[in-house]
């Protein structure tokens, strides 16, 4: 009898699964309006799949994996509406809109919540909007890609927003006072992280200058386990120590740090594989960036991995040049009396040279930072620049200034430098322009006096009687003023290519 048992057992067909959808599925989400949304998820093999939405149906069979996806749309905007995925089970997913969806990624100024920012009471208070959906993304690494992600959106609303990245949040408040249709934010960040963790290890390898990122850790995962046994006695040995200096009513001695290893934050690519690949190919609307901080020491080689970066993830998704909009860093750390160079300085001129891309957009945050605080409150200026950039390069908006004057173009006539701007320059203070610094041929840097007629600037120094060289608010927290009418920022910029703090560092 038990034999017969056991065989039946053994000779049984597995229990059906059910099918499931991936994690960025469920209710009160948004999908992607006037795009293909793919829909996907897992089932036994062979098992058809039938995904209902808004009148358009699709049905998929699952492959030799269980994997299967479908596509709807275009879809129109819409709020409110019911999802159903119909298969050996039903699976309904309740208040799903369409409208435009947003990844917000970066460091820890993407990452910090509106609960820190600058009127985070009123702001929160204030916060409840139905139809703006928030998702975050959990703290992960892994040395290979994630198929799926934990997390569920949610309607902004005091509760749900006060922890939420403020940048996004209010980058997304402001697309929906000017678009008026459901956006959905997507935050996916980490604090303190360099831009090579969210980029793909075959992107990192194919450019001469990332491959050192590379190699570096593939030494330190080499290392790792003997440091981790070494790491691990030493712990004990404090965890002695400790107890003993409780016993004693004295200070527990530092706590040993451990190693760098495999789940270290800035392992390259480790954010990419954890952070990113579970959301492909989730169709979106584009991204919104603010990182750099953890990249101003080596500024130089950010002009090469910056731009890697975002032609990765765009070339991830499958979807096009998507746009993509960044912050350039704020103004930090103690004021300098003179000129100088400036590892910040470099890396803002990086994020800038990443302009080039194609569907790219820089909200200038020159004049909103603290200089003794890397995470200044002022986040609403921040997610309202981002907004603006958004509306020219999302939106098509082609009357909107994006950001202050810009140089066009420089001319050095004997001892005075004439700057011709592609707007009428006026200064945030009301006095004469500041910020500027002149050169000559020995590379010495020195203020230079400045006098504005509509879009020129003309300068002149009497300690540079030919100058060559001509920066702007090239410095970590300069003093600048420069400002369009509407009272953006003029970027900082430099008419020289001399090699600077940060040359040669990869």
């Keep these: 009898m038990r034999m017969a048992l056991v065989l039946l057992l053994v000779l049984a067909p597995p229990a059906a699964a059910d099918a499931t959808l991936h994690g960025l599925f469920g209710d009160h989400m948004v999908l992607q309006r006037d795009a293909k949304v793919p829909v996907w998820g897992r089932a036994d093999p062979g098992e058809k799949v039938k995904v209902i939405f808004a009148g358009h149906t699709q049905v998929a069979t699952a492959d030799d994996e269980g994997r299967w996806r479908v596509e709807l749309g275009p879809l129109g905007a819409k709020t409110g509406r019911k999802l159903v995925v119909a298969a050996r089970n ?22 910090w919540p509106v609960k820190a920012a600058a009127n985070a009471e009123e702001e929160i208070r204030r916060s409840k909007d139905p139809g703006l959906r928030l998702f975050a993304v959990p703290h992960r690494v892994s040395g290979a890609p994630l198929p799926d992600v934990t997390g569920r959106w949610v309607a902004a609303e005091p509760n749900t927003v006060a922890a939420f990245s403020a940048v996004a949040y209010f980058f997304g408040a402001e697309l929906r006072r000017g678009q008026r249709v459901p956006v959905g934010l997507i935050h996916t960040s980490w604090g303190g992280t360099p831009a090579e963790a969210w980029t793909r290890d075959a992107t990192l390898r194919s450019d001469e200058w990332l491959v050192p990122i590379v190699e570096r850790w593939e030494q330190v995962l080499r290392d ?25 009513g004295r200070k527990p001695p530092r706590r040993p740090r451990p190693p760098r290893g495999p789940n270290h934050p800035h392992r390259a690519s480790g954010l990419f594989n954890a952070m990113i690949a579970p959301l492909l190919p989730f169709s979106i609307r584009g991204a919104i960036w603010y990182q750099g901080e953890s990249n101003a020491g080596r500024a130089e080689q950010y002009r090469r991995l910056f731009p890697a970066m975002i032609r990765d993830w765009r070339a991830a998704w499958g979807a096009g040049d998507f746009p993509f909009l960044f912050v350039q860093l704020a103004n930090f750390r103690a ?6 160079e400036s590892d910040w300085a470099e890396l803002r ?40 950039a958004a509306r020219s390069v999302a939106y098509g908006e082609t009357e909107v200034e994006v950001s202050g004057p810009r140089l066009a173009r420089c001319a050095f006539e004997g001892a005075l430098v004439v700057a011709e701007f592609d707007q009428a320059i006026v200064t945030s203070d009301k006095g004469p322009p500041k910020g500027f610094a002149v050169a000559g041929k020995d590379r010495k840097f020195h203020w230079a006096d400045a006098r504005v007629e509509g879009r020129r600037i003309t300068l002149s120094c009497p300690a540079v009687p030919e100058p060559v060289a001509l920066r702007y608010a090239w410095a970590c927290n300069p003093e600048c003023n420069v400002v369009n009418r509407p009272g953006l920022p003029a970027p900082p910029f430099r008419t020289d290519d001399w090699p600077g703090v940060t040359a040669g560092k990869r």
Excluded at 362 to 381: F, L, R, T
């Design 224 to 248: 790792w386990p003997a440091k981790q046994k070494v790491f691990e006695q030493r712990l004990r040995k404090w965890q002695a120590q400790a107890r003993a200096a409780r016993a004693a």
């Design 90 to 111: 039903r699976i309904t997913l309740r208040d799903v809109c369409v409208g435009d969806v947003w990844i917000c990624s970066g460091q820890s100024n993407m990452a």
């Design 349 to 388: 001129e990086a994020q800038a040279l990443a302009l080039r891309e194609p569907g790219t957009g820089m909200a200038v945050a020159i004049d909103i930072g603290e200089a003794g605080n890397i995470h200044p409150k002022n986040k609403q200026e921040v997610g309202r620049r981002l907004a603006l």
């Design 335 to 340: 004021r300098k009396p003179q000129p100088a």
